[in-house]
C-alpha cells in the first residue's frame, strides 16, 4: 500500500535521499559528489517550512519507507530559513563549489505568479518507478492548490522527458510554452524545456481519476 501525504520533519533524510538518487547530475553540478554532504544541504532547504507546519511538502511511503515526493512552491520561507542555508553552503562547499551551486541554481530561476501552485522536484525511487506515483502525487498537489486557493498548477519539465509529460498530461496539465535554455544544455544535457500548466478555476473530471484523490489528509493506492 503507498500512501500520499505531507510530509513531516520525520520524513526529512528518506525525502533527501529519494532527491539525491533521483538527481543524480542535478545534485552533483549544485554541491559535488559527496552525497552526505548533499543530504545536509538539501534538509536545510526544507526543514524551516516542515518544522512550521508547511504541508505543501508532499511524500509517497510505502511500509514507512519514503519513495516519492514533491515540492509546492513557493514555500514560506522566512529570513532565518535564507540565512541558515547561506551558512550551510559556505561551510559545505569551498569557492569553486559555491560558484557551480550559484550557476546551476540560476538555470532553473522561477518566480512563481500570484495564485500560481508551482510544482517542484518531483521524484520516484527508481524501483517505484512506472506504478503512476508521480501522477497521483500531482493528484494529491491539485487538491492541496485547490484547497489553499490557488488558481494554477504549473512546472517545468525536460521536453525529452517524455515519460513524466505524459504522466502530467494524465493530469491535465497542457504545455503553455517550450524554452530553449542553453546553460540548462550545457550543465544538465537537456536544452529544451516544457513549461505547462493546467487551469484550477474549473474542475474538470478525468477519466482515470482516482476515486478518493483528495484533502484533507492522505489518500493510498492499492
Given at each position: 500500500?503507498?500512501?500520499?501525504?505531507?510530509?513531516?520533519?520525520?520524513?526529512?533524510?528518506?525525502?533527501?535521499?529519494?532527491?539525491?538518487?533521483?538527481?543524480?547530475?542535478?545534485?552533483v553540478?549544485?554541491?559535488?559528489?559527496?552525497?552526505?554532504?548533499?543530504?545536509?544541504?538539501?534538509?536545510?532547504?526544507?526543514?524551516?517550512?516542515l518544522?512550521?507546519g508547511?504541508?505543501?511538502?508532499?511524500?509517497?511511503?510505502?511500509?514507512g519507507?519514503?519513495?516519492?515526493?514533491l515540492?509546492?512552491?513557493?514555500?514560506?520561507w522566512?529570513?532565518?530559513?535564507?540565512?541558515?542555508?547561506?551558512?550551510?553552503?559556505?561551510?559545505?562547499?569551498?569557492?569553486?563549489?559555491?560558484?557551480?551551486?550559484?550557476?546551476?541554481?540560476?538555470?532553473?530561476g522561477?518566480?512563481?505568479?500570484?495564485?500560481?501552485?508551482?510544482?517542484?522536484?518531483?521524484?520516484?525511487?527508481?524501483?517505484?518507478?512506472?506504478?503512476?506515483?508521480?501522477?497521483?502525487?500531482?493528484?494529491?498537489a491539485?487538491?492541496?492548490?485547490?484547497?489553499?486557493?490557488?488558481?494554477?498548477?504549473?512546472?517545468?519539465?525536460?521536453?525529452?522527458?517524455?515519460?513524466?509529460?505524459?504522466?502530467?498530461?494524465?493530469?491535465?496539465?497542457?504545455?503553455?510554452?517550450?524554452?530553449?535554455?542553453?546553460?540548462?544544455?550545457?550543465?544538465?544535457?537537456?536544452?529544451?524545456?516544457?513549461?505547462?500548466?493546467?487551469?484550477?478555476?474549473?474542475?474538470?473530471?478525468?477519466?482515470?481519476?482516482?476515486?478518493?484523490?483528495?484533502?484533507?489528509?492522505?489518500?493510498?493506492?492499492?
Amino acid at each position: 500500500m503507498i500512501l500520499i501525504r505531507p510530509a513531516t520533519p520525520a520524513d526529512l533524510p528518506g525525502l533527501v535521499q529519494v532527491m539525491v538518487q533521483a538527481f543524480n547530475l542535478k545534485m552533483v553540478v549544485l554541491f559535488g559528489r559527496n552525497s552526505a554532504r548533499t543530504g545536509r544541504i538539501l534538509q536545510q532547504i526544507y526543514a524551516g517550512p516542515l518544522n512550521r507546519g508547511y504541508d505543501g511538502i508532499i511524500v509517497a511511503e510505502q511500509d514507512g519507507r519514503i519513495v516519492g515526493g514533491l515540492v509546492v512552491e513557493p514555500m514560506p520561507w522566512m529570513q532565518i530559513d535564507v540565512e541558515r542555508l547561506e551558512t550551510a553552503i559556505k561551510t559545505e562547499l569551498g569557492l569553486y563549489r559555491q560558484f557551480w551551486n550559484h550557476l546551476g541554481y540560476s538555470v532553473f530561476g522561477h518566480s512563481p505568479a500570484p495564485g500560481d501552485a508551482y510544482l517542484s522536484e518531483i521524484c520516484v525511487v527508481k524501483d517505484m518507478r512506472g506504478h503512476g506515483i508521480a501522477q497521483r502525487m500531482v493528484g494529491y498537489a491539485e487538491e492541496w492548490a485547490r484547497a489553499h486557493g490557488k488558481t494554477d498548477l504549473t512546472l517545468l519539465v525536460a521536453a525529452r522527458n517524455r515519460i513524466a509529460r505524459h504522466a502530467y498530461e494524465k493530469r491535465g496539465l497542457g504545455i503553455a510554452r517550450t524554452e530553449f535554455r542553453v546553460l540548462a544544455g550545457l550543465l544538465y544535457g537537456n536544452y529544451r524545456w516544457h513549461y505547462m500548466t493546467k487551469s484550477l478555476e474549473a474542475r474538470v473530471a478525468l477519466p482515470d481519476e482516482a476515486r478518493g484523490d483528495t484533502l484533507p489528509g492522505r489518500f493510498e493506492i492499492g
